[in-house]
């Protein structure tokens, strides 16, 4: 059984910086590909970062790159989220996700491709 925990959320005023941390277990943690998504209140979920199974592959859309950053650590089985320079519209839940990685295609950034999932953690941005 997968089991997944979250943390590092919280209240931080704009220009302030959080860093959020996965940890996995139940799944090889080297074999999965492993995503960062948002959902604010009456908007969709959307994806924030992801990461490939080796780390060298990163994707950021164009709303979080150079603020945000994302890494993983194989040898403890965790995915982190730096995010620096937040703004009030970073305000959201999120989420790390996770899904086996497959070598011949792409990075995947649409929730539905995630099979799992950790439980959220807020994140609120104060202006």
């Known amino acids: 059984q997968v089991k997944v925990v979250e943390s590092g959320g919280g209240l931080v005023q704009a220009g302030g910086s959080l860093r959020l941390s996965c940890a996995f277990s139940g799944l090889n943690f080297g074999e999965h590909e492993m995503g960062w998504f948002r959902q604010a209140p009456g908007k969709e979920r959307e994806v924030v970062s992801c990461i490939g199974a080796s780390g060298q592959k990163t994707y950021y859309p164009a709303s979080v790159k150079g603020r945000f950053t994302i890494s993983r650590d194989n040898a403890q089985n965790t995915v982190s989220l730096q995010m620096d320079s937040l703004q009030p519209e970073d305000t959201a839940m999120y989420y790390c996700?996770?899904?086996?990685?497959?070598?011949?295609?792409?990075?995947?950034?649409?929730?539905?491709?995630?099979?799992?999932w950790g439980q959220g953690t807020q994140v609120t941005v104060s202006s």
């Open positions: 996700a996770a899904v086996r990685e497959k070598w011949w295609e792409p990075l995947h950034f649409l929730p539905n491709d995630y099979t799992y």
